[in-house]
């Protein structure tokens, strides 16, 4: 019996010692396995460290005014017997806008020239008998009177009627017509609005520390989001020479060319002021960065081995100003490094990479996005 259980526990002995010698074959086979495995290369896009320049600019909000604009209103009382203009019409400077009633002032003016041209007939007469010694200076000096007064009651008739012929008193473009045939005005009774839109102001402000940096000519670029995707270009025509003390700010005025009439008073618009002086730059796109708490990063591609030959490193670096879709590196990078320009946030340092830049993302110092 003893005998038969020691042969037992032999048996089992073996058949473990056999198990075990099976897998640990199998562990170790497994483990150079996984040891003499390459992981494939990562699809990369990439893009060279560039040298640059840059315009150095001053940015600041502004608001569109118009360089004349007023309401064009009625000075004396009147009927409206004729409406010449359309609303939203172009005008130029003298164009009849609105005619008043002035049948009663037109019959006074005969009458007031009768007289004056009967007072002029008497003045010549009364010249010549003075020259003559047969009328005395005071009879002279009261036709002379009569002749004034009559040439100035004319003057007043036509001054009435020139008031009641309403005409554009510059070149500009009208707003909605306020009146109708038939009307009634008063005194300061609106018509329309009347604006010059070609060239056109644009008032802004910047913090008293620009002060001396902007001045009369000065380049200024103009964009709004009413003509998304354009630029206006003008310069700078006035500044104020007084700073605002409550703001510690200084307006500026900008005059542009508007000849589509895109921009119009009351607008809101960004305004950037362009400095003489320009800025070098190493710049890079601004997907490169891997932004984080303790640093930002990039990832530098270095020559290695394998079968790509491309490493990454990953190298932190200090940033500047953005311009666009670019960042300037102040620190960190070298004039034609190559860095990873996108899906940063999932690459890790040492990995092995094959650029593709199919789909490399199209990194511009002044994008037009299609979809604003």
């Not at 008193?169 to 009774?189: S, T, Y």
């Not at 999932?346 to 002044?366: C, F, S, W, Y």
């Amino acid at each position: 019996m003893a005998k038969k259980i020691i042969l037992s526990i032999v048996a089992v002995i073996v058949i473990t010692g056999a198990l075990f010698l099976i897998k640990k074959g199998q562990f170790s086979a497994m483990a150079a396995a996984g040891a003499a495995m390459v992981m494939p290369p990562e699809i990369v896009t990439a893009a060279p460290v560039k040298a640059d320049t840059w315009e150095t600019t001053l940015t600041a909000t502004g608001s569109v005014v118009t360089v004349q604009g007023v309401t064009v209103s009625a000075e004396v009382p009147g009927k409206v017997v004729s409406i010449n203009f359309e609303s939203g019409a172009a005008v130029q400077a003298g164009d009849l806008l609105v005619q008043l009633d002035t049948s009663i002032e037109e019959a006074e003016l005969r009458a007031a020239e009768a007289s004056a041209t009967w007072a002029k007939v008497n003045l010549e007469r009364s010249t010549d008998l003075l020259a003559k010694n047969a009328v005395s200076k005071s009879d002279y000096d009261l036709v002379d009177a009569q002749a004034k007064q009559a040439t100035a009651q004319t003057d007043n008739i036509r001054a009435v009627i020139a008031k009641k012929t309403i005409r554009a008193p510059f070149a500009g473009r009208l707003g909605l017509r306020l009146v109708n045939l038939g009307q009634i005005l008063k005194e300061g009774d609106s018509i329309a609005s009347l604006q010059t839109l070609d060239p056109i102001y644009v008032n802004f402000s910047m913090p008293q520390q620009q002060l001396a940096a902007v001045a009369a000519g000065s380049e200024v670029r103009v964009n709004t989001d009413a003509a998304a995707g354009e630029v206006f270009e003008g310069k700078v025509t006035a500044v104020n020479p007084d700073v605002d003390p409550t703001t510690r700010s200084f307006r500026a005025q900008a005059t542009l060319a508007n000849p589509r009439e895109k921009l119009h008073p009351g607008m809101f618009a960004n305004v950037a002021v362009v400095l003489p002086k320009v800025e070098q730059v190493l710049s890079i796109p601004a997907t490169s960065v891997l932004y984080a708490p303790y640093g930002d990063s990039v990832f530098v591609i270095d020559e290695g081995k394998g079968a790509t030959g491309k490493v990454l490193r990953q190298q932190f670096v200090q940033l500047g100003n953005t311009r666009g879709d670019f960042v300037n590196v102040t620190n960190g990078l070298k004039a034609g490094e190559s860095v990873v320009t996108s899906g940063v946030f999932k690459l890790r340092a040492g990995e092995a990479v094959m650029i593709d830049n199919t789909l490399a993302p199209n990194a511009q110092l002044a994008p037009k996005p299609k979809d604003t």
